[in-house]
């Protein structure tokens, strides 16, 4: 994913620093998410998303009901909805 979010980021024609800056977070932070290091948090990842602005398909790619298998297993397997 961090080499997807440095493609995005060269396509946008932004800078490390540009997206460190509008993200909140440090330039070695971007540098490690683009490097794929475990050690950059779930918060990092989303904000960096919603610069590079692909937060909506990320939030969509595990969306399960975006699946068959989601789709076709969620009656029998998520919880349905008691209204008191």
């Known amino acids: 994913m961090g080499e997807n979010f440095r493609a995005w980021r060269i396509l946008l024609n932004l800078t490390a620093e540009q997206v460190a800056e509008r993200a909140g977070v440090a330039r070695s932070t971007i540098g490690r998410l683009e490097r794929g290091e475990p ?6 990842v989303l904000n960096v998303a919603r610069v590079l602005g692909v937060l909506d398909s990320l939030v969509t790619a595990t969306d399960p009901y975006q699946t068959a298998l989601g789709r076709a297993r969620a009656d029998s397997h998520l919880p349905r909805r008691v209204r008191r």
């Open 39 to 44: 050690t950059v948090g779930l918060e990092v």
